[in-house]
């Protein structure tokens, strides 16, 4: 068999394979690093006691009682995520989601009990009355509409039962008009100023939260979100939305769906220069594990890439259900 021996050199000024050669070079020239302390892991916490049901739609999640969200917590701070997002599955529902600020709801129970036996986890709480209203809607309805500022008084309250139960922030995800201010205010009033806002500022329409609904039981009996949730096409809206949250005083701001939307990412942190969160949500999640589950994939670079890429897109957190398997990932030496 023939073999190629030209000792021709082409003359080249630039070669960026040199770069490339090693793992050992590649990671010292990376320009987007990927570490575990930018994820938060969401949990969904229920009634009752040493209850951990698998999500069918979505392998790996699970609904979990207070006992075992503190023990998936524990577990989770111990591969060096620093942090979880709670939801609430109540027991009981009704139409104004009176559960929601229930001092004594899983929400607010897991809060305390996280807080008292896990030291320094991040607890934020998911704010918002579709996991405890009975048509599975995100606020209090008047026919079939959603009154606004009705229902910002109910979410703000929601709000506070979570700051007085220990949340180091709370994040609205209702997507109604002001209701960081009057989270903000609330807060202020009854001397809770530390407690932070994660706003879900820039809140999309998507197709891609089935799963969640799944693990929430939280899908509308009829109609859709549409009134309240963005339009998948527009970015500029988006940009407008995440300026009012800043003005109201949200702390930290997110945009969700994050895969789907990384131009969005990008130009909310270029614009804003504020810390940026993104959610890597159930059905970007599900889309994975399918394909995984195919044999189509590689899990862990395609776990890891897709991470990378919304890390790279712009930003800060990565609010994910990936969040313990890539910080193991990240922790284990590096492949060739």
């Known amino acids: 068999m023939a073999t190629h021996t ?9 070669r960026p394979r040199r770069l490339r050669r090693t793992e050992a070079i590649r990671s010292l020239v990376r320009e987007t690093r990927l570490t575990p302390d930018c994820f938060i892991l969401p ?4 009634e009752g006691r040493g209850v951990r049901r698998e999500v069918s739609s979505m392998p790996g999640v699970f609904q979990l009682s207070v006992d075992e969200a503190v023990k ?17 599955l109540p027991d009981s529902k009704d139409a104004t989601g009176s559960k929601a600020s229930d001092p004594d709801a899983p929400v607010q129970s897991a809060v305390r009990a996280m807080k008292r036996e896990i030291r320094d986890l991040i607890v934020i709480t998911d704010v918002c009355l579709c996991e405890y209203t009975s048509h599975g809607h995100c606020g209090i309805l008047e026919g079939e509409e959603i009154l606004n500022d009705v229902t910002v008084a109910h979410v703000a309250d929601a709000a506070l039962s979570h700051a007085v139960a220990g949340a180091d922030f709370v994040a609205p995800s209702d997507m109604m008009d002001g209701r960081v201010a009057a989270i903000r205010t609330l807060l202020d009033e009854r001397g809770l100023d530390r407690t932070g806002i994660m706003s879900y500022a820039a809140k999309y329409c998507s197709a891609f939260y089935g799963p969640f609904r799944d693990a929430a039981d939280s899908a509308p009996q009829f109609g859709d979100r549409r009134s309240h949730q963005m339009d998948p096409a527009n970015v500029e809206e988006a940009l407008r939305e995440v300026e009012t949250d ?3 005083g949200a702390d ?19 614009q804003f220069n504020q810390p940026t969160a993104a959610y890597h949500v159930s ?13 189509w994939i590689d899990e862990r670079r395609g776990m890891l890439e897709t991470l990378t890429a919304i890390k790279r897109a712009g930003a800060d957190i990565i609010i994910t259900y990936y969040a313990r398997d890539a910080a193991r990932a990240l922790h284990e030496k590096p492949r060739a």
């Open 72 to 88: 998936e917590a524990a577990a989770a701070k111990a591969d060096g995520v620093p942090g979880v997002l709670l939801f609430g």
């Open 6 to 14: 030209s000792t021709a050199r082409l003359a080249l000024t630039r």
């Open 252 to 270: 930290i701001i997110m945009v969700k769906p994050a895969l789907h939307y990384l131009d969005v990412i990008s130009r909310v942190k270029r």
């Open 43 to 46: 949990l969904f916490v229920c």
């Open 246 to 248: 800043i003005e109201e």
């Open 283 to 295: 059905g970007e999640y599900a889309m994975l594990k399918l394909a995984v589950a195919k044999g």
